[in-house]
């Protein structure tokens, strides 16, 4: 089968990368695959971050992708169409994370032969940050393929408020399987610069950090826990940090807060994910989150919020736990709980199981079936 893959792809970075070079791999086993990528992504002055590129330390997955299409020039849209046409591609995958893409992607769809099956796979449908833009957008993008793949329900229910008749099949995010093997606790903390915290109770906050995430929660949740409980704090913050600062500051948590204030890049992973003893998900909104199939990779347990699709991805009791509202107290009396039962081996054995299961094989093999009732 000859499928045409049109995303982010190295030299981009983030999870969205990391997800379709993962698929790509798992799908040029056994078909013949072709990636498309963006000659510019996001104009440089609205993108938040410092560089939208992997920077040479990083151990990336360099996917030959064609860099063809530009987000904000309608010509490279013309091109991009054409160039994928040519291919005759008996399949046509996109991934839909942000509205912003809407008008590109869904251009090059709209010129595809109708013997191209056109499948999104969708990280979100209705954006946690909203804007003016979003739901002509959504429409616009939408309408424009012919099956989806959302890995929570809350992604498919999000969908059918648009399309109620559309071909959708839910898949659970596979775990992220390329940082390598968990490492011993000790030796996670030596390098990270934080020996001191051997007898600690790790939390971990990781990733980009934004409102929707609730991190300002966490600290809240942290000032709830006595002086035993320590905080790591790694990944780039998408606007500004100082909020943060000032808020462990009046909460006099600063000393129990660990920042790594950056982009994390793919080797230094599973430092942070083998030094803590939980990942914290204190979104206030969600759909899905890519941080919880890294977590469930180190097989390190996860406290979330019930919020969107977060806890599609934990077995309450046995690979986690869920707090039903994102409030302070509620959170930091789960967390307590966590560790006065002393749950981390029990759940790690738990989570080791699921993952046998939730492989990016068994993920491409399914979507693979749901194509073919299309």
Request: aromatic content about 12%; hydrophobic content about 40%; charged content about 25%.
């Amino acid at each position: 089968m000859k499928i045409s893959f049109l995303s982010t792809f190295y030299p981009y970075r983030g999870g969205i990368a990391q997800f379709n070079a993962l698929l790509h791999r798992q799908l040029e086993k056994n078909h013949e695959v072709s990636a498309v990528t963006f000659k510019r992504q996001y104009p440089t002055l609205l993108f938040p971050g410092k560089t939208q590129f992997v920077s040479p330390e990083d151990k990336a997955d360099a996917i030959p992708a064609r860099r063809l299409l530009d987000t904000i020039n309608p010509l490279s849209y013309i091109r991009t169409a054409k160039e994928i046409r040519k291919t005759k591609p008996d399949i046509l995958l996109t991934k839909y994370w942000m509205t912003f893409f809407a008008p590109s992607l869904g251009f090059v769809l709209s010129r595809q032969s109708r013997f191209t099956k056109r499948i999104a796979i969708l990280d979100n449908v209705i954006p946690h940050e909203r804007r003016f833009f979003d739901h002509a957008f959504n429409r616009y993008f939408l309408n424009r393929n012919d099956a989806f793949i959302a890995m929570t329900e809350k992604v498919k229910a999000d969908l059918l408020s648009y399309l109620p008749d559309a071909k959708c099949m839910v898949i659970s995010h596979p775990v992220y399987n390329q940082f390598g093997p968990r490492i011993d606790r000790e030796e996670a903390l030596k390098s990270l610069g934080l020996s001191q915290l051997k007898d600690k109770k790790i939390l971990l906050f990781f990733g980009i950090i934004r409102d929707y995430k609730g991190l300002d929660v966490l600290i809240e949740t942290l000032a709830k826990l006595d002086d035993s409980y320590h905080l790591i704090i790694a990944g780039e913050a998408y606007g500004d940090f100082k909020k943060y600062q000032r808020l462990m500051d009046q909460a006099k948590v600063i000393e129990r807060c660990h920042v790594f204030e950056r982009y994390i890049d793919d080797h230094e992973v599973p430092l942070f994910f083998s030094a803590s003893d939980v990942c914290m998900l204190t979104y206030k909104s969600a759909t899905q989150s890519g941080i919880s199939g890294i977590s469930q990779h180190f097989e390190l347990p996860t406290i979330a919020t019930n919020v969107g699709g977060l806890a599609e991805s934990i077995i309450p009791g046995e690979t986690g736990y869920v707090v039903d509202v994102v409030d302070p107290s509620e959170i930091a009396k789960t967390i307590r709980t966590y560790f006065s039962e002393n749950k981390k081996e029990d759940f790690r054995g738990n989570i080791g199981r699921e993952n046998k299961a939730n492989s990016w094989e068994s993920f491409s093999e399914n979507l693979l079936k749901f194509i073919d009732t299309i």
